[in-house]
């Protein structure tokens, strides 16, 4: 399925199949987020986590993103960009707006409207992403 930009798309994914995230144009961020198919989607991927049990801010081939029951979820089996965020929230309509781009399609727009038939339809209700393909520097703990 090819998702146009800025946009979302939520699809199912059963233990053992395999998909693949691409950015077939370049400079396109995919705010990745799942979900344990469960009533009430309690369980679902969480980035602290994961960056907990990796030790680190970005999955290599064969490590895991965690849920927040600490099980692991998806496991990485190819990665040929290795540059990915696992440390940033999803941008939200206010945040553009604060930079004087009122109306702009956010992360979390595009997530709560695909995940809507699944029963998410605030904002409030989402994990931190997966930003894979964001090149983001890591910035240091203030003092």
């Not at 199912?12 to 995230?21: C, N, P």
């Not at 895991?64 to 990485?76: E, Q, S």
Request: glycine fraction near 6%.
């Amino acid at each position: 399925h090819i998702v146009p930009a800025a946009q979302g798309y939520a699809f199912e994914v059963t233990k053992g199949e395999r998909f693949r995230i691409v950015d077939i144009h370049g400079l396109q961020i995919a705010g990745f987020m799942a979900w344990v198919n469960e009533p009430g989607l309690r369980e679902h991927v969480r980035m602290s986590y994961t960056r907990f049990r990796l030790q680190g801010v970005s999955p290599d081939i064969g490590e895991h993103l965690r849920t927040n029951h600490d099980t692991p979820a998806l496991t990485i089996t190819a990665d040929t960009c290795k540059v990915h965020d696992m440390t940033f929230m999803p941008c939200f309509p206010e945040i553009y707006a604060e930079c004087g781009l009122e109306g702009h399609r956010s992360c979390t727009m595009n997530i709560t409207e695909a995940m809507e038939p699944y029963g998410i339809t605030s904002r409030l209700k989402l994990p931190d992403p997966f930003n894979i393909f964001m090149n983001s520097l890591f910035v240091h703990t203030k003092r």
